[in-house]
């Protein structure tokens, strides 16, 4: 009987929607700057890509009757990558910072809303017998996933400011290239995982746990 109301008691605390202020901020202010994170590489790889750009440049100028060549079109064009560029390393050290306050707040948290907490139950939910063993195992994969994004979040950081600083830090063209690359490739994790967040919490809103997204704006019960 005591072993069944203690697996009851955590598939309980596990499946209530309840998100304490900072968390919720953090929650939403995070989505907002991965959004504009996305926005900004959206625009720089696309409508602001140079070599694109080229030709609309010298149209342009040769209009007002100023005649370049190439090269300085390019140089032109890629001068508004650059402010763009700009702009998403500035979200990014906004990123930075979301990362290093979501430390301070787990810390905050009481011992039922940290994170090391639910996987912990959520582990031991997953090995109790009798139990619905499908949903026990999605909810222990969803809770490692935030993990997950957490360490993406810190590889992306790191990689970021490496890129920033690489000046600084004295890195070498090659080590900056693969740093760049790396980061990029990161990146698109990110913006993966986000995408099936928001597709498993839809989801999971209109099936069996209602009051996901609604737990996340004014806190859930």
Avoid at 137 to 148: A, D, E, N, P, T
Avoid at 151 to 168: D, H, I, K, P, Y
């Amino acid at each position: 009987m005591k072993h069944d109301e203690t697996s009851q008691s955590i598939q309980s605390s596990l499946f209530i929607q309840k998100h304490s202020k900072f968390i919720r901020i953090w929650h939403w202010l995070t989505f907002l700057v991965l959004t504009f994170s996305l926005i900004t590489v959206l625009f720089a790889s696309t409508l602001l890509e140079p070599r694109d750009n080229i030709g609309l440049v010298q149209n342009q100028l040769k209009e007002k009757g100023a005649i370049v060549t190439e090269d300085q079109a390019w140089g032109v064009s890629h001068a508004f990558e650059d402010k763009m560029w700009d702009l998403h390393k500035y979200i990014g050290f906004g990123l930075a910072f979301l990362l290093l306050s979501r430390m301070f707040i787990e810390f905050s948290l009481s011992n039922e809303e940290k994170l090391q907490t639910k996987i912990k139950n959520a582990l031991l939910l997953y090995k109790q017998a009798g139990l619905d063993k499908k949903e026990n195992r999605h909810y222990l994969i969803v809770k490692w996933s935030y993990l997950l994004f957490y360490l993406l979040l810190l590889f992306m950081s790191v990689t970021g400011l490496a890129l920033a600083f690489g000046f600084e830090l004295g890195l070498s063209r090659q080590i900056h290239h693969f740093i760049k690359e790396i980061h990029g490739f990161g990146q698109y994790l990110i913006y993966t995982f986000v995408f099936l967040h928001l597709c498993g919490v839809v989801i999971a809103d209109i099936g069996k746990s209602k009051g996901i997204v609604s737990g996340m704006i004014h806190g859930g019960e």
